[in-house]
């Protein structure tokens, strides 16, 4: 079976078809064929704004066919870390694109003003898009879904951060989804692209769909009546708040404590009680554990003036944990509001909230140091658990008002090189870390990881399941090792990261049958080994270098449930990593001529 790749170039404003039977026998689809293309396409050394940089989206192979099968994977150059960008988002962006009929989308060249990508099955266009520059996503969304009662639609676009290319804006996705991670955003703005909508109407075509219902019907009934996914749906991830913060292991106060006091008030459970307002799902998924919080908005008080009952318009924001720990426990923001309109700035802007989070927990406290003064907030004064503070240095961020503004939407490890400060710039592999100080699964796991995400391997779950029967280096470097070569076969089928208990190595093979595929585990997982070497090799030509990579100080300092990590402890970690996986035939450090044609 070929694999369908759609190439627009937005210079030209030109589109073709590309059939590639090859990566489909390698690889299947998703972050497979992302990887290998990235390879190809993206020119060593290249400038991530550079208009020849491409973005590459691809769909898994079961999307669309199997439930929890929907994730679209984004690669590029990230302007974040200056290597890998990669970024993967629920929501109708995959299945759209394969009802559409292709399997990956590449994207080249840039355009001198706003323009759009409009794509209804085989009818592929670039349009002017004067009018949206300068919207939030939610706008965006509105005025481009189409009114159509078939097929799968799906409309993705940057905000003011990606315009103005903050290293860590990101693309919403169907208004409450994202590809969230390091600065995809930022791509779409330096190449004025402001949006992609798709309607794709030819669905999927199956060979055997009777075999393939058993297989679903099987899948469905395990997703929704086992109790591997009910935490999903129940309160989501903001579930993790008070479990962390009953164990000790929930960032707090830029990583100072692991336990916050007023945690309670701005929990999942909280929000539960009196904000939620509305539950949604990806396509083809029943858990439905994308949570809409209600947040009253006011009209300008002069509309208002006189009258006895003040109106308001509500609108939905999204909020999840890693949002709700960044911009709230992180903080110390105690306010439930308060911290839903932290989050909904951020969406409206098109931000990463994570690393948003650590920058402006990093201005805090570079600021009680005098690191920064008045001078460089244009006279705001940042402090703990005050939002509206943060909110102005936020808009400040993404305007870029200064040359101190301007650093701090290059990200925090960028900002602290300047200002001092590093040891408390919370970041991994340069992109802002996850909520959790679970123990050392939850330093390694991302700083490892292809991506420097805590979904990269689990490293923070492994934490939480050792608490009370330690294991040695080795085997937690093992595990960190398989579990990012099996995810990347997950991620090559769309699967959602949180079904990955769901789909065991089992399941895929007996739902890869139904799809007239034969595929033992072993091969699987060599397809998901050189999917992450591919990755690792494209990392390592760009300049990464694992054993350079810096661990800010603070993490020695807090307590875990482990008791406080050591730094020896977790360099033997990074050693022993380095050595297993050179034994693969990966190399782990940029050979000095590569460099070299790197720098010319
Ligand atoms: S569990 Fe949530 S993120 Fe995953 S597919 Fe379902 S609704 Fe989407």
Redesign the pocket.
């Known amino acids: 079976m070929p694999i369908r790749i759609l190439y627009v170039n937005l210079s030209e404003r030109s589109s073709r078809v590309v059939d590639r039977p090859d990566l489909f026998s390698k690889y299947l689809g998703g972050a497979g064929i992302a990887s290998k293309l990235l390879l190809e396409e993206v020119r060593p050394g290249i400038d991530p704004f550079s208009p020849e940089t491409p973005i590459i989206f691809a769909a898994g192979y079961m999307t669309g066919v199997f439930p929890?099968m929907?994730k679209a994977i984004a690669m590029f150059k990230s302007p974040l870390t200056k290597n890998l960008g990669e970024s993967h988002s629920?929501g109708h962006f995959a299945s759209a694109l394969r009802f559409a009929g292709y399997d990956a989308l590449v994207i080249h060249g840039a355009s001198e003003h706003p323009i759009i990508i409009k794509i209804i099955d085989d009818e592929v266009k670039v349009k002017m898009a004067d009018s949206l520059w300068g919207l939030s996503p939610l706008d965006v969304e509105k005025a481009l879904r189409e009114c159509s009662y078939e097929g799968m639609q799906s409309v993705i676009s940057c905000g003011k951060a990606g315009e103005n290319l903050v290293c860590y804006s990101n693309v919403i996705v169907d208004r409450f989804h994202h590809f969230g991670r390091l600065g995809l955003g930022a791509i779409f703005g330096s190449k004025k692209l402001k949006a992609i909508s798709i309607l794709g109407r030819k669905g999927i075509s199956l060979k055997n769909p009777l075999a393939v219902k058993e297989v679903y019907e099987k899948l469905h009934h395990k997703v929704v009546i086992s109790d591997e996914?009910s935490k999903?749906h129940n309160l989501g991830t903001s579930a993790n708040m008070l479990e962390l913060n009953e164990l000790g292991a929930l960032p707090t106060h830029n990583f100072k404590e692991s336990r916050f006091k007023d945690a309670e008030r701005i929990s999942g459970e909280t929000m539960a009680e009196s904000l939620l307002r509305r539950k949604i799902?990806?396509p083809g998924?029943p858990?439905?554990?994308?949570h809409l919080a209600g947040l009253k908005t006011s009209f300008a008080p002069e509309h208002e003036r006189g009258k006895k009952e003040i109106f308001h318009e509500e609108v939905l924001v999204p909020y999840n944990y890693e949002a709700m720990y960044a911009l709230g426990n992180n903080l110390l923001i105690k306010d439930k509001r308060d911290l839903i309109l932290l989050i909904y700035r951020c969406e409206s802007l098109g931000l990463d909230a994570m690393m948003m989070g650590t920058v402006l927990a990093w201005v805090t406290e570079a600021f009680e140091e005098g690191r920064i003064t008045l001078d460089e907030t244009l006279g705001i004064k940042p402090a703990w658990g005050d939002a509206e503070a943060y909110i102005k240095i936020i808009d400040n961020t993404v305007e870029m008002k200064n040359k101190f503004y301007a650093k701090l939407a290059q990200g925090v490890v960028a900002a602290s090189e300047k200002y001092g400060g590093r040891e408390y710039a919370m970041a991994l592999g340069n992109n802002g870390m996850a909520g959790y100080i679970t123990g050392y699964g939850a330093i390694l796991g991302p700083l490892v990881g292809a991506r420097h995400s805590h979904l990269s391997n689990s490293g923070y779950s492994i934490d939480q399941k050792i608490m009370n029967k330690p294991i040695s280096i080795e085997q937690m470097v093992d595990f960190l090792i398989d579990q990012e070569d099996w995810l990347y076969v997950l991620f090559s089928l769309g699967a959602?990261y949180?079904?990955r208990r769901i789909y065991s190595e089992e399941v895929v093979c007996e739902a890869l049958k139904a799809l007239g595929i034969d595929k033992t585990q072993d091969e699987l997982m060599k397809m998901g080994k050189e999917i992450f070497h591919n990755l690792y090799k494209f990392k390592v030509r760009e300049g990464f270098e694992l054993s350079e990579q810096n661990i800010p100080k603070r993490i020695f300092e807090v307590q875990t449930p482990h008791g406080k990590l050591e730094f020896e402890k977790i360099k033997s970690m990074i050693d022993y990593y380095i050595k297993k996986r050179e034994k693969e035939g990966l190399h782990l450090k940029p050979e000095e001529k590569a460099l070299k044609e790197l720098l010319k």
């Not at 858990?287 to 994308?290: D, L, T, Y």
């Open positions: 929890c929907v629920g996914m999903y799902s990806c998924c858990i439905a554990c994308i959602c949180f079904a």
